[in-house]
C-alpha cells in the first residue's frame, strides 16, 4: 500500500521561506517521476516542480530561482523548498509520483498515480 504523506506547511509572511516534505510509504521516489503540484480552491492544479525518471528537476515558471525539490537519500522523502515567498504562493500543495511519466506530460496532474493529501501554505502581507 503506498502512502505519501506532506509536511511542512504553514503562515508564514511575504519574503519568508518555508520547506515541505513528503515522506512515503510502501514506495520509493528512485528512480520514479515526482513532482509538486499546488491548488488554490476553484482552481486547476498545477505543477510547482518536477523531478523526472532521471534526477533532471523542472521548475514552473513563477518557481524558478525561488523554490527547489530535492529527494534525499535512500530515496523515501520528497522536499521542495521555498523561498521568497508571495502571497499569490498561497495554496494547498501536494506532493505526486509514478513510475514513468512522459516528458511532455511531466506538468499534468492526470499522469500521476500517487498523491499525497496535502499541505496548505498560507503567505500574508
Known amino acids: 500500500h503506498v502512502q505519501l504523506v506532506e509536511s511542512g506547511g504553514g503562515s508564514v509572511q511575504a519574503g519568508g521561506s518555508l520547506r515541505l516534505s513528503c515522506a512515503a510509504s510502501g514506495y520509493t521516489f528512485t528512480p520514479n517521476c515526482v513532482a509538486w503540484f499546488r491548488q488554490v480552491p476553484g482552481q486547476k492544479r498545477e505543477a510547482v516542480a518536477v523531478?523526472?525518471?532521471?534526477?533532471?528537476?523542472t521548475y514552473a515558471e513563477f518557481a524558478k530561482g525561488r523554490f527547489t525539490i530535492t529527494r534525499d537519500t535512500p530515496k523515501t522523502s520528497l522536499y521542495l523548498e521555498m523561498t521568497n515567498l508571495q502571497i499569490e504562493d498561497t495554496a494547498m500543495y501536494f506532493c505526486a509520483a509514478d513510475l514513468i511519466v512522459d516528458r511532455q506530460y511531466l506538468y499534468h496532474p492526470s499522469e500521476y498515480k500517487y498523491w499525497g493529501q496535502g499541505t496548505q501554505v498560507t503567505v500574508s502581507s
Open positions: 523531478s523526472d525518471n532521471a534526477g533532471t528537476t
